[in-house]
């Protein structure tokens, strides 16, 4: 049996990634994956028995699926800020013509 520690430390990984795109704090966000990519290569490094390889491969598809689901809500926040980004231009755009013409 996987140590219930590595689990335990799966999800609080997991538990630390959801916080930061709630708080969209993106340089933690980064922090935090390349930590539990130095720990997964780690634990993943040690040689296993095969009852133990077998609850890795579930815990593996689990980050899996819980990473895809993380994907997407950042994928969703990064064209939001795109959109705003984007009214911000016209915006700006639309106060320049409307200063020129004022000013002509």
């Known amino acids: ?3 219930k520690v ?9 538990d630390s990634i959801q916080r930061c ?10 922090i935090i994956l390349a930590a ?3 720990y997964l290569e780690i634990m993943f ?3 296993m028995q095969a009852q133990q390889r077998e609850e890795a491969l579930v815990l593996a598809e689990t980050i899996l699926q ?10 969703a926040h990064r064209d939001d800020i795109r959109n705003q980004q984007l ?3 016209q915006g700006k ?3 320049h013509a409307y200063h020129t013409e004022m000013g002509s």
Do not use: C, G, H, T
């Open 1 to 3: 049996m996987l140590l």
């Open 6 to 14: 590595q689990a335990d430390k799966i999800v609080e990984f997991a």
């Open 21 to 30: 795109i709630d708080e969209e704090a993106w340089e933690n966000l980064a």
């Open 36 to 38: 539990r990519q130095q």
């Open 45 to 47: 490094a040690n040689p």
């Open 66 to 75: 819980q990473d895809k689901s993380f994907e997407s809500v950042v994928a």
């Open 87 to 89: 009214l911000l231009v």
């Open 93 to 95: 755009k639309a106060m």
